[in-house]
C-alpha cells in the first residue's frame, strides 16, 4: 500500500508485467513431459475451451519472384524451385475464394503475398480485398511483408483484424537463414502494426537446423514484446526442392510439442497456430500439439503453395478426438 498525504492508504500502482527470462523459459521446457503439458494444458484450460479449434484459410494473393532470399521458401526468387511467378489476384477472385473457405468452414482467412512489401501502386487493390473479406463475416489477416507506418495506418483503418510477419527463429539463428533483412527490420513493422492499432499474428519455423535454445529465444522474444502477439503460428519447416533447406533433417516431434506447449505457458492468451508441416505429422502428433495448447489449423489442401492435409483428413481427427470446429 501507497500512503497518501491524507492518512488513507492507495493501492500500489500494478507493476510491469514480469518479463520473462531465457532462464525462466529454458526451465520450462526442460521439465518432464508430463510436468510441461500438464501445466501447459492447465493454463489453456483457463482461457480457452479445450475442445474447440479455429479453422483458418489461406491465400496466395501473389506468388513467387519475392527478392528476399529467405532459405526455407519456395517463394523467392533466389532459388531455383520451378514455382511459376504471378501478379496480384483480382479482388473478385478473391471474395469467390473466401467464400467456398467459408463455406467450408474457415472463420479466419489470411491473405499472403510474396513481397519483400507492398508498393504504393498496390495499396488500394489491398484495402479492397480486407473490406470485402471481412463483408463475408470472416476473421482478416494479412501478410504482404514490411509495412511502414502509413501502410499499417492503412490496413488498419480499412478493419484489417490481424497482421502476419513472422521473426520465425532466434534472433541468433537468422542470419543463416535470411540475408536480404535483419532481425529488427522484422521488429520495426510488428512495432508499425501494433501502432495501428491492428492484432499482431507473430510467429516461427521449427526444425531448419537451429538448435533447442534458439526456438526457446523466439518464445521468449515474442512473449516480452510490450504486448504480445495475439496469435503465434508456429511451423514445422516443409522443406522445398530447390531451396538452400530442401535437405534439412526433421525436428523431433516430441520437440515440436514442447515447444507449442512453452508457448501456451508464455502467452497463456494468445492462438497458438499448428501451421505448416501438418501433412507430415502423425494425428498422434497433432493430438499432442492440440493437448499442448494448439488452438487453431489452417484447413485446405494446399497452404500458400505446400501441401496440407485434405479436409477428409482434417474431419477424421477431428472426429477421433472430439474436437469442434469453430
Ligand atoms: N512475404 C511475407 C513474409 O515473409 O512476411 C509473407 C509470406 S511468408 C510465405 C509467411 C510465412 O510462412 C513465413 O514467415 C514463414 O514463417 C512461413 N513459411 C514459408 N515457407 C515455409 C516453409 N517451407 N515451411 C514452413 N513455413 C514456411
Ligand atoms: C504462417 O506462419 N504460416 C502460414 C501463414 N503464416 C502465412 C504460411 C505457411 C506457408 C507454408 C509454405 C507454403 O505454402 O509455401
Ligand atoms: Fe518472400 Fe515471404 Fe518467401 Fe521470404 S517468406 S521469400 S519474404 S514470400
Known amino acids: 500500500m501507497l500512503e497518501v498525504r491524507d492518512g488513507t492508504t492507495a493501492m500500489t500502482p500494478p507493476a510491469a508485467a514480469p518479463a520473462w527470462t531465457r532462464e525462466a523459459a529454458w526451465a520450462l521446457y526442460r521439465l518432464p513431459f508430463n510436468d510441461l503439458l500438464f501445466k501447459a494444458q492447465s493454463v489453456h484450460r483457463q482461457h480457452f475451451d479445450p475442445n474447440r479449434i479455429q479453422l483458418s484459410k489461406l491465400l496466395n494473393i501473389k506468388t513467387g519472384g519475392c527478392p528476399e532470399d529467405c532459405g526455407y521458401c519456395s517463394q523467392s526468387s533466389h532459388h531455383s524451385t520451378g514455382l511459376a511467378a504471378s501478379r496480384l489476384m483480382d479482388v473478385e477472385k478473391v471474395v469467390t475464394e473466401a467464400r467456398k473457405a467459408r463455406d467450408s468452414g474457415a472463420t479466419r482467412y489470411c491473405m499472403g503475398a510474396a513481397w519483400r512489401n507492398p508498393k504504393p501502386r498496390d495499396m488500394d487493390a489491398i484495402v479492397e480485398m480486407v473490406g470485402a473479406v471481412k463483408a463475408l463475416g470472416l476473421e482478416t489477416c494479412m501478410t504482404l511483408g514490411m509495412l511502414d507506418r502509413e501502410q499499417s495506418d492503412r490496413l488498419s483503418a480499412a478493419g484489417l483484424d490481424y497482421y502476419n510477419h513472422n521473426i520465425d527463429t532466434s534472433e541468433r539463428y537468422y542470419p543463416k537463414v535470411v540475408s536480404t533483412r535483419t532481425y529488427s527490420d522484422r521488429l520495426d513493422t510488428l512495432e508499425n502494426v501494433r501502432q495501428s492499432g491492428m492484432k499482431v499474428c507473430c510467429g516461427g519455423i521449427l526444425g531448419m537446423g537451429e538448435e533447442e535454445a534458439d526456438r526457446v529465444d523466439m518464445l521468449v522474444t515474442l512473449a516480452n514484446l510490450a504486448e504480445p502477439p495475439e496469435s503465434v503460428p508456429i511451423n514445422m519447416l516443409i522443406p522445398i526442392a530447390g531451396t538452400p533447406l530442401a535437405e534439412q533433417a526433421p525436428i523431433a516431434p516430441i520437440e515440436f510439442v514442447r515447444i507449442v506447449g512453452l508457448a501456451r505457458i508464455m502467452m497463456p492468451k494468445s492462438h497458438v497456430r499448428l501451421s505448416a ?50
Not at 280 to 297: K, R, V, W, Y
Not at 300 to 324: I, S, Y
Open 277 to 326: 508441416g501438418r501433412s507430415a505429422m502423425t494425428d498422434e502428433m497433432q493430438a499432442l500439439c492440440f493437448f499442448a495448447g494448439a488452438n487453431s489449423i489452417f484447413i485446405g489442401d494446399t497452404l500458400l503453395t505446400a501441401a496440407n492435409p485434405e479436409d477428409a483428413a482434417d474431419r477424421k481427427l477431428f472426429d477421433r478426438l472430439g474436437l469442434e470446429a469453430i
